[in-house]
């Protein structure tokens, strides 16, 4: 390990807290801590004029310029060589007007059955009253989804959400490549409400872009209020101990009652001759 | 971002790399050991703050926010069998940044291949990065006694490491 990093005293600051003021992200606060235990500490003020030495080495030795183009061409590429997810808000309204239409008739007629059991029909319930389920429109054809069964990408799958009582909604997905999506709302900050209900479609729809492989959503469903980006970044560690049966709690925003349900995809390329 | 580079996107872009470029390479260059390697890494991970620019934005650390991404892409790259065999191959006998030689040995590059991520996570946190115990709970988003408990599970596996190789030394 690099020994000179290390903090020689627990009181001393991390790699991190130095990092942090080299870019300017420090608060005044933080900012006047620093400079105090710089000043009686040279080891540290040793620390930081080695992390200067190193970031002016790296920024001079680099081609910038040339690493920002490269990125940028990365991204793009990436971006073009596969359709990204994107929120569909089209599907009610719009271009797909019809099948939109069909989808939300299809929810409203669907009977609302009994109340959710603890292996709900169209997706998994894994705590109290809380259930996920999906519409898929292929094609031009709606159906209801189910939870483990083949999906394409280009598919569109419209969520749907059983819940007891009314409460704060967020939908996270991590696919085959661990790449972590919020699905629900459909941008990141609070998350959205729900009111109680059976098979309630969530508004906008999703599209599955190319990644294959089993992809696992789960719903978090909170008393309270929480900020989708504290589940995103999490979204990994949740959605692991939600996939190996595990108690999720830790992973979950807030001090307590939420409930997780999941919903899992099996993503497989289009099989020939099919052009939906 | 649009399709296609415009001016703009280039001169944000490479501010970016000017400002946190330095701290990512230098912690990528300390896990991964090759500077080639790190300056991939660098790359993925820029690339993957572009996937997510408006959260990145938004983030009151972007730098604890990279901390994070660059730690767990390293260790992914770490376990990733193809890879390891060419960081394996093309191993620098010195690697060496501005003169300053960087000690994370190729043993334990192999240990913290060998632990669960969350426990690898938390060794390079408080042993290559110096951070406390709650700034890895911060981190992590778990407890400072589940910190405890990771970073003594790591320190398991090494005494373990340490008495097999003395055994198959002798």
């Not at chain 1, 999906?151 to 569109?156: E, I, L, T, V, Y």
């Not at chain 1, 719903?219 to 589940?231: I, Q, R």
């Not at chain 2, 080639?36 to 996937?51: E, K």
């Not at chain 2, 069998?81 to 191959?89: G, H, K, Q, Y």
Request: hydrophobic share 40%; glycine share 8%.
């Amino acid at each position: 390990m690099t020994s000179d990093s290390t903090s020689a005293d627990s009181s001393c600051p991390s790699d991190l807290v130095l990092d942090r003021r080299l870019a300017g992200e420090l608060d005044p606060q933080e900012a006047a801590r620093l400079e105090a235990h710089l000043a009686g500490c040279a080891g540290c003020r040793q620390r930081l004029e080695r992390l200067e030495r190193l970031a002016e080495s790296y920024r001079a030795g680099t081609d910038l310029a040339g690493e920002a183009a490269r990125t940028l061409a990365r991204l793009h590429q990436e971006a073009e060589s596969r359709p990204r997810r994107s929120r569909v808000a089209a599907w009610l309204a719009g271009v797909a007007a019809a099948a939109a239409a069909a989808a939300l008739a299809l929810a409203l007629l669907l009977p609302s059955g009994p109340p959710p059991t603890e292996k709900a029909a169209h997706g998994t319930r894994l705590k109290g009253g809380f259930a996920l389920g999906a519409f898929l429109k292929r094609g031009e054809e709606v159906e209801r989804a189910r939870s483990g069964q083949v999906f394409h990408p280009g598919d569109a799958l419209r969520f749907t959400c059983t819940a007891r009582r009314a409460g704060h909604l967020a939908l996270v997905a991590v696919d085959a490549k661990r790449v972590v999506t919020l699905y629900h709302p459909s941008s990141a900050g609070p998350a959205a409400s729900v009111p109680a209900g059976v098979g309630q479609p969530l508004p906008g729809s999703t599209i599955l872009d190319e990644t294959l492989g089993p992809e696992t959503v789960v719903g978090v469903l909170c008393a309270e209020s929480f900020d989708t980006k504290t589940l995103v970044r999490r979204g990994r560690e949740l959605v692991d101990a939600v996939r190996a049966g595990r108690d999720p709690a830790r992973w979950l925003p807030g001090a307590g009652g939420c409930q997780v349900a999941r919903f899992d995809l099996d993503k497989r390329t289009r099989p020939p001759g099919d052009a939906r | 971002m649009s399709n296609g580079q415009t001016q703009v996107e280039r001169a944000e872009v490479e501010s970016l790399y000017r400002r946190y470029g330095p701290a990512v390479f230098r912690r990528a260059q300390a896990l991964l050991g090759r500077e080639a390697d790190a300056h991939d890494a660098v790359q993925d991970v820029f690339v993957r703050v572009l996937h997510s620019y408006g959260e990145f934005r938004h983030e009151s650390s972007p730098m604890t926010w990279l901390y994070r991404v660059t730690t767990n892409l390293c260790l992914n790259w770490l376990r990733d069998t193809r890879r390891r065999a060419e960081l394996l191959r093309q191993q620098d006998p010195e690697q060496t940044v501005a003169g300053v030689r960087l000690e994370l040995s190729p043993d334990v590059r192999d240990l913290l291949r060998s632990v669960p991520g969350e426990v690898a996570a938390a060794a390079v946190y408080h042993h290559v990065d110096g951070m406390t115990h709650e700034e890895i709970a911060g981190l992590l988003g778990v407890s400072r006694r589940t910190v405890g408990n990771l970073l003594e599970r790591f320190q398991r596996s090494a005494d373990k490491r340490l008495v097999r190789r003395d055994h198959d030394e002798r």
